[in-house]
Each structure stands twice: as structure tokens, then as C-alpha cells.
């Protein structure tokens, strides 16, 4: 039997989550993941070596890698290694580093940055760097870490040029204003309602590699994660807007748990709507969510059916503290989805 292949978008942790929970559909379906990821961070550790030295911003690219790491002992602490952070030295906090520094690619430097130069960054994003200096090209280097963390698939990003995000935003200084919020970090914290969302470029050439996984794949699964700077900005990129359309592949949708601050004020039903506004041509197969967090499934159910898909509840959320997917329970319930006609 051949594998089934399975393309995930996304950034950042929502993205983390869905790549852990097709992990755990791996033993009961013969999987062959793809994760394509989003290219706009601009804060912390990714934005202050994109500011500093070019390239993609390596965070989202770095979780993505060790959400699908090996089970072997090695590959394991291979990566709590790329995880691992540098605290500021005693040396830097006299100089006044700022013992977990972040910043904007837009917003300059770090106040202290030059005396503790490590703080703050992740070890894999330096690595990611250096394997992308080192090869000449992100995907060779993505393909390379991946090999070194024995991934059980494949990280690509959505382009090999970074982007910014860019919205318009309604009331985030007073009630009617409307102005440009620029760079994904401060699109993600805005107290305003976004109203458009956009890419600078315009139209970011895609990752040759992620058009053609999306046209040879069977599922291609969108969300959860933060829905203007994760989900959204692969739709904005019109070569992989059009594999998306284009491809044969069915598509789910897995619907966040509450809002985050970047869409407070939209519904469930809104998150679906805003996939037609973005890409009006895309169907969807399958919408996902969680039992409790739908509420009343009547709006959802019909959204979910203006896309052409069914509205499918599960449990899928930890039990206790905050809310979150549970990789276990969101696998268990994308088993029998993906393996419907296998």
C-alpha cells in the first residue's frame, strides 16, 4: 500500500500540535507528512537574525522540525537541543542584556544585545542559520536537520523569501480609526479588529518543493494556529494558492480551541468565512473541532457547509489547565477521517 500523504499548514505552536497529532496516526495509517510553514516572524529570537542576517525567520521551521523528530534516544535529546534557549550571563546582565531579549525586524536592535549576543536565542534557530549559510539554500538546510533529528517527515517553508504581514485594523487606538499594523508580532498582539491582511511582497514566490507536495497529496489540513499570521498568509502566496485550489487532495480544517488576541470578536463560523475571503475558489471536505469549544454547532455547521464540508466533533482538547490540543485525542480523531477510504 502506498503511503498517504498529508500536507499541514501553519506556524508556531498550532502547527507543532497538528504535525504531533499525525505522529500519533502514524501506527494505524502509513503516513507521509509534509509541514509547510510560514515565513513572516519577526519577533524574538527569528527576528533578530532575520534583521541581523537575512534569510527566513528559523522559529516556526524549528518546532515544526522537532514536532516531528525521532522517537530514538538520540534524535530525542537532539531535539531538547534545538529547543534549548541561552539565558543572559552575568557578564551580560552588568552590561544591561536583557535576559530573554526580543525584538521586531523593523524595531532595531536589543538593548544590551551586543555585550550577551547568545541570550535569548534558541539553539536551533543558530543552527538552521548556519545550515542554511553553509548549503546555500533553506530547503537543503531544513532537509539536513531533519535528517539529523531523525524527522518522520518532511519541513518546507511556504517561499524561500521571508515576508512581512501587514493588516488593516479597526479601533486598536480608538474605536472608528483604522490604520496599517505592520509585522507579524505586532498583527498577533493588536487590540484592534483586523479587517485585510496582506503580504509585502504581494505575490512571494512559492517553495517549489511545497507546490509539489501540495499537488501529489491526498489531505491537506489547515489550522489550528493564529488565523491571520499562521493560517491565512499561505493563501496570500499565489503559487501555492493556486496548488491548493489545483490539487486533488481533500482538505481539513481544525478549528482553534478560543480565540486568540489577533481574532477576538470572531465567531468559529467567522475563522471559516474568512478562508472563502482570502481564497474564495477553496472546498473543504472536513471541518474539525471540539465538542465543548463549538458551543452551539448550528453557525459552524453551516459554515463548515458553504465550504462543502461536514462539521465533525471530537474531543480533542488536555483535560485541566489552559486550553490546548491534546496530539493524542486530535490523532485519534483524524485516524478514521484520513483513513476513510484507504
Same mark, same amino acid.
Given at each position: 500500500?502506498?503511503?498517504?500523504? /498529508? &500536507?499541514?499548514? %501553519?506556524?508556531?505552536? #498550532?502547527? =507543532?500540535?497538528? @504535525? !504531533? +497529532?499525525? *505522529?500519533?496516526?502514524? $501506527? ?7 509541514? /509547510? &510553514?510560514?515565513? %513572516?516572524?519577526?519577533? #524574538?529570537? =527569528?527576528?533578530? @537574525? !532575520? +534583521?541581523? *542576517?537575512?534569510?527566513? $525567520? ?7 522540525? /522537532?514536532?516531528?523528530? %525521532? ?272
Amino acid at each position: 500500500m502506498t503511503p498517504l500523504k /498529508v &500536507v499541514a499548514f %501553519g506556524g508556531g505552536h #498550532g502547527l =507543532s500540535a497538528s @504535525l !504531533r +497529532a499525525l *505522529r500519533h496516526c502514524v $501506527p494505524e495509517l502509513d503516513l507521509d507528512i509534509t509541514a /509547510v &510553514v510560514t515565513v %513572516g516572524d519577526d519577533g #524574538g529570537s =527569528s527576528g533578530r @537574525l !532575520r +534583521a541581523e *542576517r537575512g534569510g527566513l $525567520p528559523p522559529g516556526d521551521l524549528r518546532q515544526a522540525l /522537532v514536532a516531528l523528530a %525521532g522517537d530514538h534516544p538520540a534524535t530525542r535529546r537532539s531535539a531538547g537541543l534545538f529547543q534549548h534557549r541561552f539565558a543572559a550571563t552575568d557578564a551580560g546582565r552588568a552590561f544591561g542584556a536583557d535576559p530573554a531579549p526580543t525584538t521586531a525586524a523593523h524595531g532595531g536592535g536589543v538593548a544590551g544585545a551586543a555585550a550577551d549576543p547568545l541570550a535569548g536565542h534558541a539553539v536551533g534557530n543558530l543552527i538552521l542559520c548556519g545550515l542554511t549559510e553553509l548549503l546555500g539554500d533553506p530547503v537543503a538546510a531544513l532537509d539536513h536537520a531533519g535528517a539529523m533529528l531523525g524527522a518522520v517527515g518532511r519541513v518546507l517553508p511556504m517561499s524561500r523569501q521571508p515576508v512581512g504581514i501587514e493588516a488593516r485594523v479597526r479601533g486598536a487606538d480608538h474605536p472608528d480609526e483604522v490604520r496599517t499594523v505592520r509585522g507579524q508580532h505586532q498583527v498577533a498582539v493588536t487590540s484592534g479588529r483586523v479587517e485585510s491582511l496582506r503580504l509585502t511582497p504581494a505575490a512571494p514566490a512559492a517553495c517549489a518543493e511545497a507546490v509539489a507536495a501540495v499537488s501529489e497529496a491526498d489531505w491537506l489540513i489547515f489550522g489550528p494556529g493564529s488565523w491571520y499570521t499562521s493560517v491565512l498568509p499561505h493563501l496570500l502566496v499565489p503559487g501555492l494558492a493556486h496548488a491548493i485550489v489545483s490539487s486533488p487532495a481533500r482538505r481539513l480544517v481544525t478549528l482553534n480551541l478560543v480565540a486568540e488576541k489577533e481574532t477576538l470578536g470572531l465567531s468559529l463560523a467567522d475563522h471559516l468565512a474568512t478562508l472563502h475571503r482570502y481564497l474564495s475558489e477553496l472546498k473543504v471536505d472536513v471541518v474539525l473541532a471540539d465538542s465543548k469549544a463549538v458551543g452551539d454547532p448550528e453557525q459552524v455547521e453551516r459554515a463548515a457547509e458553504s465550504l462543502g464540508a461536514r462539521l465533525l466533533l471530537a474531543p480533542v482538547a488536555v483535560t485541566g489547565g489552559p486550553p490546548r490540543h491534546d496530539p493524542a485525542a486530535l490523532g485519534a480523531a483524524l485516524v478514521p477521517v484520513l483513513g476513510a477510504d484507504r
